[in-house]
């Protein structure tokens, strides 16, 4: 069974910078299509980024030129580097793995304060 750990959440004022990590168990890591999500206090789950096996980006329009997703194959991990970080970033950010199924991890607490 696979499971997603996230890390790399905290706190930091605005314009400052975060990077989130997910480390994935299981050997299909690099099989799978990996993402970022987040859920602002209140509001829906949304997509920030995902990134496909072949390392193709694709970014939600309220973080491009901000955000970079990366992913390292040989470590089953993806990564969220945010910079220029906005009172509006302020989420839960979870990872998600997506074969023709999909997992979450549970989910780490991002907080930027003007």
């Known amino acids: 069974q696979v499971q997603l750990v996230e890390s790399g959440g905290g706190s930091v004022q605005a314009g400052g910078s975060l990077r989130l990590s997910c480390a994935a168990s299981?050997?299909?890591?690099?099989?799978?299509?990996m993402g970022w999500y987040r859920q602002p206090p209140g509001k829906e789950r949304e997509l920030v980024a995902t990134i496909t096996t072949g390392g193709s980006p694709n970014y939600a329009d309220s973080v491009k030129g901000r955000f970079t997703i990366s992913r390292d194959n040989s470590k089953n991990t993806v990564y969220l580097q945010m910079n220029s970080l906005k009172p509006e970033d302020t989420a839960v950010y979870y990872c998600?793995?997506?074969?023709?199924?999909?997992?979450w991890g549970q989910g780490t607490q991002v907080t930027v304060s003007s």
């Open positions: 299981g050997s299909i890591f690099s099989s799978a299509t």
């Open positions: 998600n793995l997506r074969l023709s199924w999909y997992v």
